[in-house]
T-cell receptor
């Protein structure tokens, strides 16, 4: 079945460690996104990419990094520079906006910093 | 900066009644607006998209309106059911898609 897969579902990290969250899609979508969600809050955009080898910062990019080496993959690295990384991370993909902007989301990765 | 506002207070509606949720935005002229449903611990699920040249869109018991003059969208669920209880998110954007904080809807049996 086509879809978007995030892993791991749960992740624990010690302070000072970098961690990478995986996001893979087999929908042949061009655009991919990373959002962060804190309890009781909406989604805040971290990074997005419209095409391979290109990506743009969202509203809260500091302390995060991404790569887009393949169309189907958009991993997110939470670096030690991110001061408050404990959150629920959501990856999404979509066709290019001129076709439809509908986002397809993964099931999320919950990161806890110990 | 671009801003999306949704009523962040929880909304309690009696089963069978119509639930109406509001999304207001500023400093933006979107080509379209989207609504999503999110259940606890899950990723959001797309419900409806409405374009700037559409005043209203319907899908089963759902109806969305889009007033670009007022910079507002209304989301209606008619004949509401307890299974409709969830958080509903409004989203705007073309390439950079941003979300409101969402409104928690409780349908009371």
């Amino acid at each position: 079945d086509g879809g978007i897969t995030q892993s791991p579902k749960y992740l624990f990290r010690k302070e000072g460690q970098n961690v990478t969250l995986s996001c893979e899609q087999n929908l042949n979508h061009d655009a991919m996104y990373w959002y962060r969600q804190d309890p009781g809050q909406g989604l805040r955009l971290i990074y997005y990419s419209q095409i391979v080898n290109d990506f743009q910062k969202g509203d809260i990019a500091e302390g995060y990094s991404v790569s887009r080496e393949k169309k189907e993959s958009f991993p997110l690295t939470v670096t030690s520079a991110q001061k408050n990384p404990t959150a629920f991370y959501l990856c999404a993909s979509s066709r290019l906006p001129e076709n439809t902007g509908e986002l397809f989301f993964g099931e999320g990765s919950r990161l806890t910093v110990l | 900066s671009q801003k999306i506002e949704q009523n962040s207070e929880a909304l309690n509606i009696q089963e069978g009644k119509t639930a109406t949720l509001t999304c207001n935005y500023t400093n933006y002229s979107p080509a379209y607006l989207q609504w999503y449903r999110q259940d606890p611990g899950r990723g959001p699920v797309f419900l409806l998209l409405i374009r700037e040249n559409e005043k209203e869109k319907r899908k089963e018991r759902l109806k969305v309106t889009f007033d670009t003059t007022l910079k507002q969208s209304l989301f209606h669920i008619t004949a509401s059911q307890p299974a409709d209880s969830a958080t509903y998110l409004c989203a705007l954007g073309d390439d950079k898609i941003i979300f409101g904080k969402g409104t928690r809807l409780h349908i009371l049996p």
